[in-house]
């Protein structure tokens, strides 16, 4: 398989990272807090490691697993290191009560972390409308994507596909909004009665 990198050590870090140690990839894991990267890579074992926050990472699919407020943030840090990589974006911009988006009416936080990014590094939107903890369980799943060019998209959707995850392409990133309001949906969805066990699927055939 291949290294995957990971920027972040919480909940979707860990669920991430958890299940690509399983279908055989690599993890690499970095976070301003190095001592919970480090905790959770013995958790995840398979060969997991902690990077240094900030260097270059080490695999060509760089997962920004950060909460929409320090996304843009992680990625300007970053900066020339993350220049050739494709960076996956799976933050909601949701505001102080879920029920809608602290975005600017068309736009999305893809598009602004696609704004500092190196230029020549795509971003893909993609596992946003999955709950960690429903990610975790290592079941089959729908996961939409969205993200900047078909070969970016392509890679990114061959790694889900790895996963156990049946990827399903969206379009260009433009698109990106309209996934972070069906993780608003899904919200909705959980909260009227669903239970937060749920996760959306598509009947494509």
């Not at 909460?67 to 974006?89: N, S």
Request: negative net charge.
């Amino acid at each position: 398989m291949t290294t995957i990198s990971i920027i972040g050590s919480g909940n979707m870090a860990a669920a991430i990272g958890t299940r690509a140690a399983k279908h055989g990839h690599t993890v690499e894991l970095m976070s301003r807090n190095t001592a919970k990267a480090q905790a959770l890579a013995d958790q995840i074992g398979n060969g997991a490691t902690v990077g240094t926050y900030g260097t270059r990472p080490a695999g060509d699919i760089v997962i920004v697993a950060v909460l929409y407020g320090g996304a843009v943030d992680a990625v300007t840090h970053y900066g020339d290191a993350l220049a050739g990589k494709i960076l996956v974006d799976i933050s909601n911009p949701f505001n102080a009560d879920a029920t809608g988006l602290a975005t600017t009416t068309g736009t999305s936080a893809a598009q602004e972390i696609a704004a500092v990014a190196p230029e020549g590094t795509p971003v893909v939107k993609a596992l946003n409308t999955i709950f960690g903890h429903v990610l975790a369980q290592d079941k089959p799943l729908d996961a939409f994507l969205v993200g900047e060019g078909a070969e970016a998209r392509a890679r990114v959707a061959e790694f889900l596909a790895s996963l156990d995850i049946r990827p399903l392409d969206a379009g260009g990133l433009e698109m990106a909004p309209v996934l972070e309001w069906a993780a608003i949906l899904l919200m909705g969805v959980a909260r009227n009665g669903a239970g937060f066990d749920v996760a959306l699927a598509a009947d494509v055939h």
